[in-house]
Every structure is written in C-alpha cells, then in structure tokens.
C-alpha cells in the first residue's frame, strides 16, 4: 500500500509561486492516479488538479486553471503541483491522494491513499 508525505507548502505573498511535492513509498507510484486536494477552514475538501498513471492526461479545477501545473515522475516516485500566481483563496491545507484504479476522479471519496496535508498561506 502507498504512502504519500507532501512538503513545499508554506507563506507567500499574492502574485507569488511555490511548488509542491508529493513523495510515495511503499508501492509502485506509475499503478497508481493521483490527485492534489485542498481545503480551507469551514470549507469541504475540494479537487484541485488530478493526473493519470501514466501521466498522459491532466485535469483542473478552474480556479487554478492557467496558474497551476499538475505533474509526476515516476522514476523517483513524486507528484508536482507547481503554483503560480497565487492568491489569497489558495489559501489552505493541500493534501496529495492516490488510487489504484486508472483514470481522473474529482470525488474525495474515491481516493484510497493521503497525506498529511500541507498548509499554503497567501499573503495579501
């Protein structure tokens, strides 16, 4: 069973950048589609940007549409979320997810793997 460990998250100004990494052990990263979450205080956790195994197709949230790039490497086992641009609504605890089954979920529930989040503050 994978387990995933995100870092990169931390305090930025409004219009700044930060990349997040996402890193899996424990199985084999390219059997598994992965997504990045988010969710701020009050608020469910949303979808913000989901890849394939393979890594072949991509998909946003359109908030985050034109700003993030969603990517993995398979040969070091990480998943990306390159930000740019940010703005005070990026605001939350960003969560890297994994499933075993192929193709692009937006549902929570459908994920089987997490980590602990990491949190983003964009200053304004």
């Known amino acids: 069973q994978v387990q995933l460990v995100e870092s990169g998250g931390g305090l930025v100004l409004t219009g700044g950048s930060l990349r997040l990494s996402c890193a899996a052990s424990?199985?084999?990263?390219?059997?598994?589609?992965t997504a990045w979450f988010r969710q701020a205080p009050g608020k469910e956790r949303a979808f913000v940007a989901g890849?394939?195994?393979?890594?072949?197709?991509?998909s946003y949230e359109d908030s985050v549409k034109g700003r993030f790039t969603i990517s993995r490497d398979n040969a070091k086992n990480t998943m990306y979320l390159q930000m740019n641009s940010l703005k005070p609504e990026d605001t939350a605890v960003y969560y890297c997810a994994a499933v075993s089954i192929k193709g692009i979920y937006r549902n929570y529930a459908n994920y089987d793997y997490w980590g602990q989040g990491t949190q983003v503050t964009v200053s304004s």
């Open positions: 890849i394939t195994w393979s890594g072949g197709t991509t």
């Open positions: 424990g199985g084999t990263f390219s059997m598994y589609s």
